[in-house]
C-alpha cells in the first residue's frame, strides 16, 4: 500500500498496428522498438518490455512498443491538530513510562509526513493559535500551512515549535481551514483529519455545521475525526456525528477512528492515508489514436466505462479509474496497472 505513486506504462504501436514493423526514430516521449521487440538502434532479438508499477515484463512479440509513464496526482490532506492544554497530559494512565499525548502526536505526525511527504500534499492548522493562546484561551487556529507539495518537513517545523495550552475552539477552526486552506482544487481528492482529545469548549461549539459545509463545499471536501487518548473526555455520539458528517463514518459503532495510544493513532493516519489514493493519472504526451488504449489492472482488463472502468481525456491528458476500478487501485498504493497502446493482450511479469 505504500507507494502512492503507479507507474502506469503505455506501449504504443505509432502508426502501425500488430504485427507491423515501426518506423525509425523516436515520437512522444518513449523510444520506439520494432515489431520484434527490438530496439530500432540496437538490431537484436529481444521480446519487447513493458514496464509497469512492478518493474519489466514481456508482451505479444508482433507489437512494437513505446514507453510512457503517468503521474499519479497527489490528494490535498489538511491536518487539523488539537493543541490543547489537555494534550500535555498522557494517552494511557495505566501504561508507563507517561508519555504525553502531545509528544506521542509529534513522533507519528513526523512519520506519516515523512513515508507520504511525495505522495500527498499536507496542509496544517493548530487550535487553538499557538501566537495568541498565552492570552486568548479560545484564539481559534489559523491555516499554518495551505495544502501544497512537499510540506512534510514544514509540517514538523510547526509542530515541534507548538506545545499544549489553551482551550479547544474546534469549530471556528474549522471555518478557517475552509476558507483559506487550499483545498479548493477539484483537480485532486480534498480531505481533512480532525485529531483531537477533547470536546469543543469555546463559545462556538457546532462543529458538525462545519463539517457539513465543507462537505457541500465546491470541490467536496470529506473530513475524518481520530479521537486520541483512553481518557477522551469527549462524547463519543458527538464524534460519531462528526464522522457522519464528514462522510467518513466506519461500520459499526464507533464512526470515528479511537486512538487509545500511539500505535492506535500510527494506525490511524496509516489507514486515512491509505484510503485517500487518487485514481486519476497524468500521461506523459497524448495517446494518438485514444481507442487504441488498452488499461490492465494486473491480469485484469478495464473497460473504457465510466461507472466502473476508465476515461480518458487526450486534452489532458489524463485517465480516470472509476467505480469497482477505482476501488482496486485506492487502497492498494503498490498495485499495478498498465496501459498499452495498440496491442490487447495484458502484460506478463
Known amino acids: 500500500m505504500r507507494n502512492l505513486p503507479l507507474m502506469i506504462t503505455l506501449v504504443s504501436a505509432v502508426g502501425f498496428g500488430c504485427g507491423a514493423s515501426s518506423p525509425h526514430g523516436t515520437a512522444g516521449t518513449g523510444t520506439q522498438i520494432n515489431g520484434k521487440g ?41 491536518l487539523v491538530v488539537d493543541r490543547s492544554g489537555s494534550m500535555s497530559d498522557p494517552a ?65 517545523t510547526k509542530i515541534n515549535a507548538a506545545d499544549p495550552d489553551g482551550s479547544t475552539p474546534t469549530a471556528i477552526t474549522l471555518d478557517n481551514v475552509r476558507t483559506q486552506g487550499g483545498l479548493n482544487d477539484a483537480t485532486r481528492g480534498n480531505y481533512v483529519v480532525l485529531v483531537t482529545d477533547g470536546e469543543p469548549n469555546c463559545d ?31 462524547d463519543p455520539t458527538a464524534l460519531n456525528s462528526w464522522a457522519v458528517a464528514g462522510h467518513t463514518d466506519r461500520a459499526g459503532s464507533t ?55 476508465y476515461t480518458y481525456d487526450n486534452a489532458g491528458p489524463t485517465l480516470v479509474l472509476h467505480g469497482t476500478s477505482c476501488d482496486a487501485v485506492k487502497g492498494d498504493m503498490g498495485a499495478k496497472v498498465s496501459v498499452i497502446y495498440g496491442c490487447p493482450s495484458p502484460p506478463i511479469n
Open 204 to 234: 462556538d461549539t457546532d462543529v458538525v455545521t462545519r463539517i457539513n459545509k465543507l462537505y457541500n463545499a465546491t470541490p467536496s471536501v470529506k473530513t475524518f475525526v481520530i479521537g486520541f487518548g483512553d481518557a477522551f473526555s469527549s
Open 38 to 78: 527490438d530496439s530500432v538502434a540496437d538490431g537484436g532479438d529481444d521480446p519487447p518490455l513493458i514496464f509497469g508499477d512492478g518493474g519489466a515484463g514481456n508482451m505479444d512479440q508482433n507489437c512494437g512498443g513505446m514507453e510512457f509513464t503517468l503521474d499519479r496526482v497527489a490528494p490535498n490532506l489538511f
Open 92 to 156: 494511557n494512565l495505566f501504561q508507563l513510562p507517561w508519555v504525553a499525548k502531545w509528544d506521542s502526536l509529534k513522533t507519528t505526525l513526523s512519520s506519516i509526513t515523512t513515508t507520504y511527504n511525495s505522495k500527498i500534499r499536507f496542509g496544517l492548522s493548530m487550535f487553538p493559535d499557538p501566537a495568541k493562546s498565552s492570552t486568548d484561551d479560545c484564539a481559534p487556529g489559523t491555516v499554518e500551512l495551505a495544502c501544497a507539495a512537499n510540506t512534510g518537513g514544514q509540517v514538523m
Open 255 to 309: 464512526k470515528y477512528y479511537q486512538s487509545n495510544n500511539q500505535q492506535d493513532l500510527q494506525t490511524a493516519l496509516d489507514t486515512i492515508a491509505g484510503s485517500i489514493g487518487s485514481c486519476t493519472f497524468h500521461l506523459g504526451s497524448q495517446a494518438p489514436d485514444p481507442s487504441q488504449l488498452y488499461v490492465w489492472e494486473g491480469t485484469t482488463a478495464v473497460p473504457a466505462d465510466a461507472t466502473n472502468g
